[in-house]
Structure formats: structure tokens, C-alpha cells
């Protein structure tokens, strides 16, 4: 799926991203493979992708907060913490989040995986990869690719119906 661009703005259409998503998805995960969102967005992906797919119980849930490089700058975010209602060691974990960018807090969210037992494997999968990166992390499906300036931030909102949009925003 590629952003339509409209006088030099980005437009990106959230839920067709989504619905590209939920097809990548269904090729990457193996029947007995585990959903784990990064919070927020990642968190709200895999709470839908859970009830599309139709799984049984619920996805995991996983915060950076405790694993960040930048924690003495950031404090601890008042997001949703980790959660898990499945034995993480030995499960094939899919993580789903909202925007890859650095790579900094996927990096932070394995460490905390890692805290809670060692999965089988773990992959990848992002609504939107915007490039930037400072680590070597990559998702193994990226709904779309997009280049953002370092001065702007992409949000995934949810409305309450459930529905996705895209926030760009000036980067803090």
C-alpha cells in the first residue's frame, strides 16, 4: 500500500493500512504463534487483529517504559503495562506496532520480552515503517513505507468505534 501524497502532503488512509496489515499478518504467523502490541498502537492493533483473526484469549501487551535508553529524560509513561495471559517462553510471538522509527523502542520491548521468559521466536509487523533508523531492527512486514523529516511524528489514533486514522504531528 502506498500513501497518496496531495500537494506535498502525506496522506495516509489508516484502516486500508490496516486491512494490508491483517493479510500480512496471516501470511507470518504459524497456527500456534502468540500477538503481543507494543502500547498504544501497537496494543490496539493486536487487540483487533486478535478478534479478525478470530484467536482464542487475548494478545499480549508491551510497554517500553522500563527499557528505554531515555528513561532519565522520559520517566515512566502513564501507558498500559506489560501483560501477558500466555506462557511467553516457547511461543512464537508476533509483535505488532503502529510506526517503526528508530528502532529504539522495539529494542527496548524485546528486553522487555526477554524479562518475562524466552519465546521460540519473535517477529515483526508495523503498520507503517518511516525509516530513521538508529538500530539495526527491522519489521518483517510493513504495511508501508514512508519518509517523514525528524521534526514530525506520526500517531495512530482510535476512535470509539474502533476505527483507525493518522495524526502527523511536530515531532517534541
Not at 519473535?122 to 513505507?145: H, S
Amino acid at each position: 500500500m502506498k500513501p497518496a501524497t496531495t500537494s506535498g502532503a502525506l496522506t495516509l488512509d489508516a484502516e486500508a493500512l490496516y486491512r494490508d496489515l491483517l493479510r500480512g499478518v496471516q501470511q507470518l504467523r504459524r497456527p500456534d504463534t502468540r500477538l503481543a502490541g507494543v502500547t498504544s498502537g501497537g496494543a490496539w492493533l493486536a487487540e483487533r487483529l486478535q478478534k479478525d483473526l478470530a484467536l482464542p484469549g487475548r494478545p499480549g501487551v508491551l510497554s517500553s517504559a522500563m527499557h528505554r535508553d531515555d528513561y532519565t529524560r522520559r520517566g515512566l509513561s502513564a501507558t498500559a503495562q506489560t501483560q501477558f495471559d500466555f506462557d511467553v517462553n516457547g511461543a512464537h510471538i508476533l509483535v505488532l506496532d503502529d510506526v517503526l522509527y528508530t528502532g529504539r523502542t522495539i529494542r527496548a520491548v524485546l528486553n522487555e520480552l526477554f524479562d518475562y521468559g524466552r519465546p521460540a521466536s519473535v517477529a515483526l509487523a508495523v503498520l507503517v515503517d518511516r525509516g530513521g533508523r538508529e538500530l539495526p531492527i527491522q519489521a518483517d512486514y510493513a504495511a508501508a513505507r514512508v519518509s517523514l523529516p525528524p521534526d514530525r511524528s506520526l500517531a495512530l489514533a482510535r476512535d470509539a468505534s474502533g476505527l483507525f486514522t493518522f495524526e502527523l504531528e511536530q515531532a517534541s
